[in-house]
């Protein structure tokens, strides 16, 4: 079993639409991010959260939401989904350390119409 | 501001070894890491450089310059798997963020 759990894999909406983006993770670390990758962009932070009862804003945070349910979950929502947020989205944790890597999902490919 | 720079893409032929550098900038420094991403996968963790010098693990070997503000993970034995993306990043001081690079997609041909 994947040790970054994300879903769904794959998502189509419509412009509009709120979309939830879910993230579990069975690795005990406290840290977990959510980043977006675009082609020729590479990964952006939008959140990060070093415990439950902490969440920061990344470098590209509007038009998201997050919530740090337990120290396993962290879900990032789309209130009104714009076609300019059609990305590759990934779930990431890494424990406490300045020296300690991050372990990515297998990512959500999200298209908005 | 915070920066940082690597190649688009890269050819090399199997058995070879290839150099991807990096450079960046950043006002508060605390350590390098290189990833690998083949397409449609998730990026997985390569090695970390905190210290001046070379790393070596393998058949991957990441070096790291702070003065120069300067990286380049080192493949040697080129095989067809490791065909993918490679990725720079950093990790910044006060907040503990990692910054990353666009990525460079290495093409490893016969």
């Known amino acids: 079993d994947a040790d970054v759990t994300q879903t769904p894999r794959n998502r189509i909406t419509k412009t509009g639409k709120r979309i939830m983006l879910e993230c579990s993770q069975t690795?005990?670390?406290?840290?977990m991010y959510w980043y977006r990758q675009d082609p020729g962009l590479g990964l952006r932070l939008i959140y990060y959260?070093?415990?439950?009862?902490?969440?920061n804003k990344g470098e590209i945070s509007d038009g998201y939401s997050v919530s740090r349910q337990a120290q396993a979950k962290f879900s990032l929502s789309l209130e009104s989904a714009i076609p300019n947020q059609t990305a590759l989205y990934f779930c990431?944790?890494?424990?406490?350390?300045?020296?300690?890597?991050?372990?990515f999902g297998d990512g959500t490919r999200l298209s908005i119409l | 501001g915070q920066n940082i720079d690597q190649p688009t893409e890269m050819t090399a032929t199997e058995g070879a070894i290839v150099q991807i550098n990096c450079t960046y900038q950043?006002?508060?420094?605390?350590?390098l890491f290189w990833y690998q991403q083949h397409a449609g996968e998730a990026p997985t963790f390569l090695s970390y450089?905190?210290?001046?010098g070379l790393e070596e693990k393998g058949r991957f070997s990441s070096f790291l310059s702070r003065s120069k503000g300067y990286s380049y993970l080192l493949l040697k034995e080129l095989q067809m798997k490791d065909s993918a993306s490679y990725l720079c990043?950093?990790?910044?001081?006060?907040?503990?963020?990692?910054?990353f690079g666009a990525g460079t997609r290495l093409f490893v041909k016969a």
């Open positions: 990431a944790t890494s424990d406490r350390g300045g020296n300690q890597p991050q372990h």
């Open positions: 690795k005990g670390h406290d840290r």
């Open positions: 959260s070093f415990d439950v009862k902490d969440i």
């Open positions: 950043t006002s508060g420094f605390n350590g």
């Open positions: 450089n905190v210290l001046d």
């Open positions: 990043a950093f990790r910044s001081t006060g907040g503990f963020k990692t910054i």
